[in-house]
């Protein structure tokens, strides 16, 4: 619960559960979904002060009869990336909120592999005063690898700084994706865990086992979010990891996890995004879609609901948040329906989301992120060489892809791009140092057939990345996105078709949900027939093909690389 801080305020607090004095607000008749107790029980829920105060009957100020609607706690995403919702903070509370969603943990991983600590700043000052609780963990790999170029570093004396400088806020250190780096003893990896402290460390080990998975958990993550198997998600719980299960954009594991959970284990596991498009989010919501999903896959709903509030609130040390009891902040959701969790009301703090302003933040500016080399269709030739070519198999609904070997098509003496085979090329070029440094490679199973895709997101450096069956149009696609300070860009013939500008780091727009999310719907629309059949969004597959701590093959502005041996490897293998 949140502890009152003076003896005037706590004197207070005794008088209003008391009935002493009147409450702000009561809600009368709801059917409360308590997770606490594990039940549904009826309840009149007083709230003062943007806390609850008690249950029963109260003298209020305002009173809202619920006619027997269930209410749950506001929820909580325990692990999001907001700028890969392509919307700035502000815009991505006014666009949750009405979900329910009450706070969100958040990585802002990928803002400061662009701009470093000042990237950080911004989330922080943009978040500050929003009525939408943003709790952060501290980004521990930037860069993410030594296999690619990122436009700053932060290392374990950061972390400590940002620890320290934001008690509250700043929760522990995020997601560990550098686990070759963990289990090789690397210095600085090291350094950062032990900065964490007692503080929660949240783990990112994909297809981690035995023992190299128990050393994982003995260095301190706590969590994972990359399960894909019930068999890897119940190794993970049974080494006492917090189970964090992925209903995001590109990724989507809930039903291959549930078989993992129990009665009594659900209790370790959340509900999470990791990344979500603000597309997806206007067309399905964010917690309260997962709550969906969730109930009709057979959680009972008072599980699912623990799984988006007291979980996660507990595994992070959030006090006052995941609950609707005497204590806690009255962040509260009104359902029409408790199995389909229709959002009839949302309160935070006691205040209708309605009601409720969502401020800019004082102080969030970014500086410019896009430093291109001069970028020509000569610059995306692939060389020539011997033997068959590695190319980055795409896996349909998953960012983990294979490593294939094929004949090359060649034109000119060099492999090219054949859309007969749905063979694309790719390209990532360097875009915050002004290095010139370029990643050249193939990729399959894109579904691309004429044209480009340029885009600023690319995880996890986030540099610019092209695919293409023309280099004409790759190099056409790469400068619109640099005119624009980056984004989604799609090129035909010659001509931009269309676009999606994110001036914020590369990343975000600062234009509301609804506006964001057309332009991006019109963009993908713009796509078809000419361009291809692409199996669902085909930039946010792109933006994972330079990941290299995502098995099998990976593409970085340095080359290819293989995540199995974390190292480099040549596009030809050498032999006839």
Not at 234 to 261: F, H, V, W, Y
Not at 502 to 511: E, F, I, T, W, Y
Request: glycine fraction near 10%; aromatic fraction near 4%; proline fraction near 7%.
């Amino acid at each position: 619960m949140i502890r009152a801080r003076t003896p005037e305020e706590l004197a207070r607090r005794i008088r209003l559960a008391r009935g002493r004095e009147p409450v702000d607000l009561l809600l009368r008749d709801a059917r409360l979904v308590n997770v606490l107790s594990g039940e549904i029980h009826p309840a009149d829920i007083a709230v003062a002060d943007g806390l609850v105060v008690g249950f029963g009957a109260y003298e209020a100020r305002a009173v809202l009869d619920l006619g027997g609607r269930h209410v749950i706690p506001g929820l909580i995403d325990g692990h999001l990336h907001i700028e890969s919702s392509l919307l700035c903070p502000r815009e991505f509370a006014r666009a949750v909120a009405p979900h329910g969603t009450a706070a969100v943990v958040c990585d802002p991983h990928e803002i400061a592999n662009v701009l470093g600590a000042a990237g950080i700043e911004y989330m922080l000052a943009a978040t500050a005063d929003s009525p939408l609780g943003f709790y952060f963990m501290m980004p521990s790999c930037v860069p993410a690898t030594r296999l690619e170029t990122s436009g700053a570093e932060l290392s374990a004396e950061d972390v400590l700084r940002f620890l320290e400088a934001h008690p509250g806020r700043v929760l522990g250190l995020a997601e560990m994706m550098n686990f070759p780096g963990l289990l090789g003893e690397d210095p600085e990896v090291l350094a950062k865990l032990l900065a964490a402290g007692d503080r929660p460390i949240d783990g990112h080990a994909p297809l981690l086992q035995g023992h190299d998975l128990a050393a994982y958990v003995l260095a301190g993550p706590g969590s994972d979010h990359e399960c894909t198997n019930a068999a890897e998600a119940l190794e993970k719980l049974r080494l006492g990891m917090r189970l964090m299960i992925r209903e995001g954009t590109s990724e989507n594991n809930l039903d291959d996890l549930l078989p993992a959970l129990n009665e009594c284990n659900a209790a370790n596991a959340m509900l999470v995004s990791d990344d979500l498009l603000a597309p997806d989010i206007l067309a399905r919501g964010h917690m309260d879609h997962k709550l969906r999903h969730a109930v009709a896959a057979g959680v009972p709903p008072v599980r699912a609901v623990q799984m988006a509030s007291i979980n996660p609130a507990r595994h992070f040390g959030l006090p006052g948040l995941g609950a609707v009891a005497p204590g806690f902040r009255a962040d509260m959701v009104v359902l029409d329906d408790l199995e389909r969790f229709q959002v009839a009301e949302v309160f935070l703090g006691g205040r209708r989301v309605r009601d409720l302003d969502f401020p800019r933040g004082k102080g969030a500016t970014l500086p410019s992120s896009m430093r291109l080399p001069d970028v020509t269709p000569e610059l995306f030739a692939l060389p020539s060489g011997r033997g068959r070519v590695r190319v980055i198999g795409v896996i349909p609904g998953q960012i983990l892809t294979e490593a294939r070997l094929l004949e090359p098509t060649v034109a000119l003496g060099r492999p090219a791009a054949d859309p007969g085979r749905d063979l694309a090329k790719l390209a990532v070029i360097e875009r915050h140092r002004g290095s010139g440094n370029v990643g050249l490679g193939l990729v399959q199973g894109l579904g691309l057939r004429a044209g480009a895709l340029a885009s600023s997101v690319g995880h996890d450096s986030h540099n610019l990345i092209v695919a293409g069956a023309d280099d004409a149009d790759m190099a056409l696609a790469a400068r619109e996105a640099a005119r624009l300070g980056g984004g989604f860009v799609a090129a035909l013939n010659g001509r931009v078709r269309a676009s999606l500008p994110l001036p914020l780091a590369g990343l975000m727009s600062a234009k509301p949900l609804e506006e964001t999310a057309v332009r991006f719907q019109q963009l993908l629309g713009s796509l078809s027939p000419a361009m291809g059949e692409f199996p669902g969004n085909p930039f946010g597959l792109l933006s994972f093909l330079a990941l290299p701590v995502i098995p099998a093959l990976k593409l970085t502005d340095r080359g290819l690389v293989d995540v199995n041996s974390f190292d480099f490897i040549p596009l030809w293998t050498g032999k006839e």
